[in-house]
Each structure stands twice: as structure tokens, then as C-alpha cells.
């Protein structure tokens, strides 16, 4: 998994690929944004686009993400959920705790900076 981040209109734009199967490199998204949050960014997009798979555990930290941004006084949206990534926020319920876009134009645009 690995993720690029891309600063727009204080709205960070994560860009996560690969699978988000849990371990390390899970981790590593919610260290990151718990590390814009130090840094004053609390609007955040998770562009799930070029995600190929996610377990139980992928699911776990974007709660967690959402969780500690909340807590911040900021809020987190998804960007280009996949079918596959879709069909498990469905199952899950969590459909309805994400707010989700198409694109990530309409994701950053929904801060209404």
C-alpha cells in the first residue's frame, strides 16, 4: 500500500494504492493523519480509487482516521470508492457513516473552503 498526499485549499488529498490489508502500512495512514492534524490540517480526502482490495482491517483504520479527525474538529470524506471497497460499505453498514464522491474535485469541493 502506499499513499500520496497532495495539499489543496487546506484539504489534504491522500491517495492510497494497493490493498489495505492491516499491518504496518495501514498504520501508516492513520500515523499520517494524525501528523496533519499536528500540522493544522483537518480536512481530509481519501482517495480510494486505486485501492485493489481491503479486509477488515483496512475498514478499521479509516474509522480510526475518521475517529481522530473528528476528535479534531475536522471531518473525513472518500473519493472514487471501487466497487469492491463499495460493496464491503455496504455489507458493513459504514455506507452510511462515510461521506462519499465520485471524484475528488467534488470531495475537496464539499469542504466549501
Known sequence: ?????KIENHVAVLSISGKMMGGPETTALHDHVRGLINDNISKVVIDLGD????????????MA??????NAK????LARVTEKVESLLVITQLIKVFDTYETVERAVSSFGN
Open 74 to 77: 475536522g471531518k473525513l470524506v
Open 1 to 5: 500500500m502506499k499513499i500520496k498526499e
Open 65 to 70: 482516521c475518521m475517529t481522530t479527525l473528528t
Open 51 to 62: 485501492v485493489k482490495w481491503m479486509n477488515s482491517s483496512g475498514m478499521g483504520v479509516l
